[in-house]
């Protein structure tokens, strides 16, 4: 698929797409489960409807479901007598929701669930994301020496990519599309996107369109897909028909991280009233969920007051508050753009020390340490940043999406 190819308008989805067609599975399980969590019940009946509720949130991006998933599940744990399905079901939500805490005190309490390869693998994402990164990777290849689980084969690629092995990543997310069923293909079109998002990584954004176009073919209608295919498009400097698509999207899908990446390619076309009023609305939809309790956007709002209303003591506040739930390389960066734009270039080249000490290998990442040290005085160091950058892709461009 060539980058005009994206590029070109798509006609409205329609009804009989492969997203469309799921859904409709879904809401009839959901349909034929009412009542299940009344008793007298079940544990294949209860167990089928709240992953179905399950289900429908994580498809159609909806947060605010996905939140209103969990008191469902506790019913269903008090409801039937061997519910470690349902433990495993609420540890995947909260690690949704970046609660990582609660990950690991569901798993630790439940050995059914801490035990089994989907357990295992969730612990291996947990590690990862708190900057346990070889305790992650060893973990992984527990799992798939035991049981070769695709998902364990994708986070242990996922790992390659990050730590400058996108060969050996390559082959292992190929591995993880080879121990699927023909029916999980909305999982091979995951996969395909994350293959995509690694070549986009090195500037190949044709292999990477094509990537996105095996994905579309495999699983159609995924909002997904389309807003991969709109930060490519925004990448190869299409911003219009960028534009045109992220507006399509948030027509379909509430996510307020939608809202600032249309005001930042807005921005980029010179356009400030209409970027402020997206900027206003993804702030809202931030805060709304964080008075909720939430912590899933917290990193989001770190970058949001670095990148869109700029606010270097509020993007410090909430960078740290970030660094507090999971320090990894993603949140000691972030804390360190923050402490840049706050005016403090000394502590924000000790945080970006700590985020490349991580041994990750990113071109973004070098590319925020470059401008870091730059800020600190410490002009070896960000030659040296921008010039790594330039060779892990030479192509990187203005927009970013965090992924």
Same mark, same amino acid.
């Given at each position: $698929?060539?980058?005009?190819?994206?590029?070109? #308008?798509?006609?409205?989805?329609?009804?009989?797409?492969?997203?469309?067609?799921?859904?409709?599975?879904?809401?009839?399980?959901?349909?034929?489960?009412?009542?299940?969590?009344?008793?007298?019940? =079940?544990?294949?009946?209860?167990?089928?409807?709240?992953?179905?509720?399950?289900?429908?949130?994580?498809?159609?991006?909806? /947060?605010?479901?996905? +939140?209103?998933?969990? #008191?469902?599940?506790? *019913?269903?744990?008090?409801?039937?007598?061997?519910?470690?399905?349902?433990?495993?079901?609420?540890?995947?939500?909260?690690?949704?929701?970046?609660?990582?805490?609660?990950?690991?005190?569901?798993?630790?309490?439940?050995? #059914?669930?801490?035990?089994?390869?989907?357990?295992?693998?969730?612990?291996? =994402?947990?590690? %990862?994301?708190?900057?346990?990164?070889?305790?992650?990777?060893?973990?992984?290849?527990?799992?798939?020496?035991?049981?070769?689980?695709?998902?364990?084969?994708?986070?242990?690629?996922?790992?390659?990519?990050?730590?400058?092995?996108?060969?050996?990543? =390559? *082959?292992?997310?190929?591995?993880?599309?080879?121990?699927?069923?023909?029916?999980? $293909? &909305?999982? %091979?079109?995951?996969?395909? /996107?994350?293959?995509?998002?690694?070549?986009?990584?090195?500037?190949?954004?044709?292999?990477?369109?094509?990537?996105?176009?095996?994905? +579309? *073919?495999?699983?159609?209608?995924?909002?997904?897909?389309?807003?991969?295919?709109?930060?490519?498009?925004?990448?190869?400097?299409?911003?219009?028909?960028?534009?045109?698509?992220?507006?399509?999207?948030? @027509?379909?899908?509430? &996510?307020? +991280?939608?809202?600032?990446?249309?005001?930042?390619?807005?921005?980029?076309?010179?356009?400030?009233?209409?970027?402020? @009023?997206? !900027?206003?609305?993804?702030?809202?939809?931030?805060?709304? @969920?964080?008075? &909720?309790?939430?912590?899933?956007?917290?990193?989001?709002?770190?970058? !949001?007051?670095?990148?869109?209303?700029?606010?270097?003591?509020?993007?410090?506040?909430?960078?740290?508050?970030?660094?507090?739930?999971? +320090?990894? !390389?993603?949140?000691?960066?972030?804390?360190?753009?923050?402490? $840049?734009?706050?005016?403090?270039?000394?502590?924000?080249?000790?945080? $970006?020390?700590?985020?490349?000490?991580?041994?990750?290998?990113?071109?973004?990442? %070098?590319?925020?340490?470059?401008?870091?040290?730059?800020?600190?005085?410490?002009?070896?160091?960000?030659?040296?940043?921008?010039? &790594?950058?330039?060779?892990?892709?030479?192509?990187? @461009?203005? !927009?970013?999406?965090?992924?």
């Amino acid at each position: $698929m060539s980058l005009a190819a994206a590029a070109a #308008p798509r006609a409205a989805a329609p009804p009989a797409t492969d997203f469309a067609r799921e859904l409709r599975r879904i809401d009839a399980r959901i349909a034929a489960g009412e009542g299940a969590l009344a008793p007298p019940t =079940d544990t294949e009946r209860v167990t089928t409807y709240v992953d179905a509720l399950y289900r429908r949130a994580l498809l159609t991006g909806d /947060l605010d479901a996905l +939140e209103r998933v969990e #008191p469902a599940i506790d *019913r269903g744990i008090g409801l039937i007598t061997h519910p470690g399905d349902l433990h495993l079901l609420k540890a995947r939500l909260a690690f949704h929701l970046h609660r990582l805490a609660d990950v690991g005190r569901i798993l630790e309490a439940v050995a #059914p669930a801490r035990t089994c390869p989907e357990g295992q693998t969730l612990l291996a =994402d947990l590690d %990862f994301q708190q900057g346990r990164y070889a305790a992650a990777a060893a973990r992984y290849e527990a799992v798939i020496a035991k049981d070769r689980h695709w998902g364990a084969l994708a986070g242990l690629a996922y790992h390659h990519f990050k730590m400058g092995d996108p060969a050996h990543a =390559d *082959r292992l997310y190929a591995e993880a599309e080879d121990e699927l069923t023909a029916k999980e $293909m &909305r999982a %091979f079109a995951w996969l395909e /996107l994350q293959r995509g998002v690694l070549d986009l990584a090195h500037g190949r954004r044709d292999e990477t369109a094509a990537h996105y176009a095996r994905a +579309e *073919r495999a699983y159609s209608g995924w909002w997904v897909a389309d807003e991969h295919c709109a930060e490519l498009l925004a990448v190869a400097g299409d911003l219009e028909a960028a534009t045109e698509l992220y507006e399509r999207l948030i @027509s379909q899908v509430s &996510r307020p +991280e939608l809202q600032q990446l249309l005001g930042q390619l807005h921005v980029l076309m010179e356009r400030p009233g209409r970027a402020r @009023s997206r !900027f206003v609305q993804a702030r809202a939809g931030y805060l709304d @969920s964080v008075r &909720r309790g939430g912590v899933h956007y917290i990193h989001h709002l770190a970058d !949001f007051y670095c990148e869109a209303i700029a606010n270097g003591a509020r993007a410090v506040e909430w960078a740290r508050r970030d660094v507090a739930l999971r +320090e990894n !390389f993603i949140t000691q960066a972030a804390l360190a753009w923050a402490l $840049m734009r706050g005016g403090a270039p000394a502590e924000a080249a000790e945080w $970006m020390d700590r985020a490349l000490a991580s041994g990750v290998q990113d071109a973004h990442l %070098f590319a925020q340490a470059a401008a870091v040290y730059g800020a600190a005085g410490e002009a070896e160091k960000a030659a040296s940043c921008l010039d &790594r950058s330039r060779q892990f892709n030479p192509r990187l @461009s203005r !927009f970013h999406v965090h992924r």
